[in-house]
């Protein structure tokens, strides 16, 4: 059974980084891709980016250009993403999911919330 | 860019009668429809996926189907876990979702 376990909830200044882990189990790290998708208070679900782990190939949303860099550790099948320049709209959940190179999300993992204080 | 839209913003049904969600793509997505239900406080999970696949452990009462741009998610008989907000998603260019339907208790 695949599971996607995330690191804890974060408080942050506006204007620094984040960064949210997301550690897998359970089927082949290497055989998958890797999105993170937010969700703000009471919003809808946006795609972030995405990394495919066997390839170190990364990919961003235009949104999120230049301010976000998802990264993946094959050694301990372990996925992160880095968010910088926060501000107060980056308040929200993230989620790592899980993509089996087809472009839809079968597994998700628990969420991270990031608040952005100034 | 491709925009996923869907309507209802709000339905209110009853428990046991048929819902019926639309979805819509601003230009042809094929069949790379997903869909997905999320329940308050719990992260979405996959209902459908092509258009019409129903993702493991999905009950029969779930169905989706269309193509290119319009896209429909039936829930033939509601019961009371399925009061949720459902999303649809794209995924023939870089993912994007709808703005998501709220499937409430008349």
């Known amino acids: 059974q695949v599971q996607l376990v995330q690191s804890g909830a974060e408080v942050k200044k506006s204007g620094s980084s984040v960064k949210v882990s997301c550690k897998a189990s359970?089927?082949?790290?290497?055989?998958?891709?890797i999105s993170w998708v937010r969700q703000a208070p009471g919003q809808g679900l946006e795609w972030v980016g995405r990394i495919i782990p066997i390839l170190n190939i990364a990919n961003y949303a235009q949104n999120f250009q230049g301010r976000v860099t998802i990264t993946a550790d094959l050694s301990t099948s372990t996925a992160y993403m880095d968010l910088s320049s926060l501000r107060s709209e980056d308040t929200a959940m993230y989620y790592c999911?899980?993509?089996?190179?087809?472009?839809?999300?079968?597994?998700w993992g628990q969420g991270t919330l990031v608040a952005v204080s100034s | 860019e491709i925009v996923m839209t869907q309507s209802p913003a709000t339905l209110s049904v009853s428990p046991g009668e048929r819902a019926t969600l639309s979805c819509r793509a601003s230009?042809?997505?094929?069949?790379?429809v997903a869909w997905y239900q999320q329940k308050p406080g719990q992260a979405p999970r996959l209902l459908i996926y092509g258009a019409s696949t129903r993702a493991t452990g999905i009950p029969a009462r779930f169905s989706g189907s269309g193509s290119g741009t319009e896209f429909t998610l039936t829930i033939s008989s509601l019961q009371s876990e399925d009061f949720a907000v459902y999303y649809c998603?794209?995924?023939?260019?870089?993912?994007?979702f709808g703005p998501g339907t709220k499937v409430d208790i008349k």
């Open positions: 359970g089927g082949t790290f290497s055989s998958y891709t």
């Open positions: 999911v899980r993509d089996l190179s087809s472009g839809y999300f079968d597994h």
């Open positions: 230009q042809s997505v094929s069949s790379n």
């Open positions: 998603q794209q995924y023939n260019n870089w993912p994007c």
